[in-house]
């Protein structure tokens, strides 16, 4: 039943009114119920009377909106794939669908998803059982009219709750075992003949996709306090860059029990809570953290049988786990297709060609944090409620839920804080010092295998054996300002660097992201941080980095260039009419510099004034033209670019928002932005297209900067790739526009604001209560 917005407004109290107390009134139990009131761009405001009808109104929301996605996701994490489509084909992530099935019936296995359930409170049981059967009755609505073109088979199916759990833990596993999913399914002794063993292509695809996950997932984030903000309470930004498809698509909704939440923000499919919000009195985001939320440990085999390993002097065997997925064939007939999976005491072997070989000496095991972790929708459940900064801090150090991202937030007196208080290893400096090859570095951590004094230290203090205790790890309150994009946490203030802890945390003296140095410039020139400001530090869409090589690069072109010059003309004309920035109108010159700077980047000798530590806001910067190597290197950067322009068709009048664009349902948007690597705050990446167009594949996602004032939150934000993933929705590609127009949003939050919206309707929903679904399938 759909409500216009002439609602009386004593219907809606009536019947909260007998949400409430309807249980009194009857015998038998009230029906599964919910109210979904929506507002502009479709966004959806969900009341109920308790957990059951919340996660009921949340899951019928999501149903209406992302059904498909579900579906396929829910198809993913139950191994399930190969058995509808094939073993070759693909999942989102471009990853082979055996693999995948592999890789999730190790994941998800009958007794961790149990142990998973067992471990929730019974209100966050409740809201997601709520969930389970609000999409359900969607998607029997669905069914009569016609499910959408894209989900039209066999494989949809109503979920169960245990298809949540899944979810949760595929999400767990992202910082983790999940970028090892090919690893882990293609792992084979030496001697042994692996069963479809993948492609040179697809270790390719593996690599890549495992190089761009902080791409993918990086995000950034600024609190201010009281000291700095332009009415003396706290103001947040949140710039998290996910992707635009699949599992990691961020879902707008606004949360309420009245009398007990009220909680507005974004989520990831199939959870049944905000990940990046605010309430009344307190706004949040996360940002990927820069730790290691997993170790691989080197394993010495017994020289008589690779598929022992020794271990404090003893040889002892692998474990071996045989798990067995079902395949449809050519004939659209199924078989099974069976795989060994080994294990020793510290995880599953993983074998990745030229990196980590299982030959007849080593082997190597992978040890993920986050496999243990609970407690992380308790974790998420506790900060919606938290009302001030430090009644989150207090819920994060109680339940070290937090899976792999770091922590800002901004409270209405005040107060700014960071932490990053996620799931980290407990690998010492010291242990580091004894069990691992300071020829491998940090960037992926590798321990001694076969001595058990490298396992990880375990901490009474901690949540959960194995990782470092709350009190151990990185976070700073302050009443100035906290900024934070995808470093360490040296420096998400200069004024107080947080040092001293193991690399496996965090690591200072190190050189910082163009965007976080970009961060650190603007709020040095903010006396007073007005909404606006922050708002402005994504919109200017400025490429910092054009303003520590700019200079350079136009000297370079300035030269006599010899042979060169005529075919680099009109590259160095559009370098210097190019307005240093990533904006739709901006001109061909930001291709260019994109071209060129993108593979020097990759070399350590291009800085004119290098890296140091002590000046890690203003350095390195400039490129030494001076040094023969360097502007070798340079001129070779601008020629190809010169020539991929040229094969591309890209004429000297074209503009980013000709080429950069996401093609929804075949009518492509152009998106501002670009790479991150450049200093670009709204990070965007792109992909290459046809005709020398670009498609957006991930970066700016949700977006919000939350103020407070007497009354409470004043938010303004949008979500970059639209609420819908369905090409027929009014609202698969509204907000896309909007951000293509720089026009963010108000956030209706309070009654007043969500029913003065000029697009308001609501919708009841209720269903009899009905005994919970099955855990298991």
Known sequence: MIISRQLPHFCLAALFLSLSCGAHAQAQPEPTRAEIRRTSFGVPHIRASDERGLGYGIGYAYAQDNLCLMANEVLTVNAERASYFGAEGQTLEQRDNLSSDVFFSWLNTPQAVADFWQAQPPAVRERMQGYVEGYNRQLAERRVRGLPEQCQGDWVRPLATSDLVKLTRRLLVEGGAGQFAEALAGATPPGVTAQAALSEG????????????????????????????????????????????????????????????????????????????????????????????????????????????????????????????????????????????????????????????????????????????????????????????????????????????????ADDQGRALYMNQSVVPNVTQAKLAQCSDPRVGTQVIVLDGSRSTCAWDIDPAAAQPGIFAAGQLPQLARNDYLQHSNDSAWMVNPAAPLQGFSPVISQQDVPLKMRARFALDRLSRMPKAQVSDLQHMVTDDQVYLAGQVMPDLLQFCAQDLGPDAQRLAALCASLKSWDRSAGLQTGLGFVHFQGIMQPLLQRPDIWRVA???????????????????????????????????????????????????????????????????????????????????REVVSGTSYLNVVS??????????????????????????????????????????????????????SQLVQEPRQDSQPLAR
């Open 202 to 409: 697809h270790w390719q695809l593996a690599a890549a996709r495992q190089q761009g996950f902080a791409l993918d997932r990086g995000s950034n984030a600024v609190a201010i306090g009281s000291e700095r903000s332009f009415n003396g309470r706290g103001l947040l930004l949140a710039n998290p860059h996910f992707p635009w498809i699949g599992a990691m698509r961020f879902y707008q909704m606004h949360l309420t029990i009245p009398g007990q939440l009220d909680v507005m923000g974004a989520a990831l499919p199939g959870l049944p809570l905000i990940n990046i919000g605010f309430n009344q009195h307190l706004a949040w985001t996360h940002t990927v953290d820069a730790s290691k939320h997993f170790t691989l440990y080197r394993l010495q085999l017994d020289p008589k049988d690779p598929t022992r390993y020794l271990l404090d002097g003893r040889s002892q065997p692998l474990e071996r786990q045989t798990v067995t997925v079902q395949v449809k064939g050519a004939d659209g007939q199924l078989h099974s297709e069976s795989r060994p999976l080994y294990s020793s005491v510290f995880g599953p072997v993983v074998q990745w060609p030229g990196e980590l070989d299982w030959d007849r000496e080593h082997a190597y095991s992978l040890r993920d944090a986050n496999l243990d972790n609970t407690r992380v929708l308790a974790q998420w459940y506790a900060m919606n409620q938290a009302d001030s900064v430090t009644g989150l801090q207090d819920s994060v150090h109680q339940l070290q839920g937090i899976p792999w991202v770091n922590t800002l937030a």
């Open 611 to 693: 890296f140091d530590p002590k000046d890690p806001q203003h350095t390195p910067r400039g490129l030494a033209i001076s040094r023969p190597a360097v502007a070798q290197a340079l001129r070779e950067a601008m020629l190809a670019s010169a020539q991929q322009v040229a094969q591309a068709g890209l004429g000297a009048d074209v503009r980013w928002g000709d080429i950069q664009q996401v093609s929804q349902g075949g009518r492509p948007t152009p998106v501002p932005g670009g790479p991150e690597s450049l200093g670009v705050y709204n990070a965007i990446q792109s992909v290459p297209g046809a005709d020398g167009k």
């Open 708 to 761: 407070f004032d007497e009354q409470g939150p004043r938010a303004l934000g949008l979500l970059a790739f639209s609420l819908s993933s369905d090409p027929a929705s009014p609202h698969f590609r509204d907000q896309t526009e909007a951000f293509a127009r720089n026009q963010w949003s108000v956030l209706p939050f309070t009654e007043a604001q969500i029913r003065a919206d000029g697009q308001y309707q």
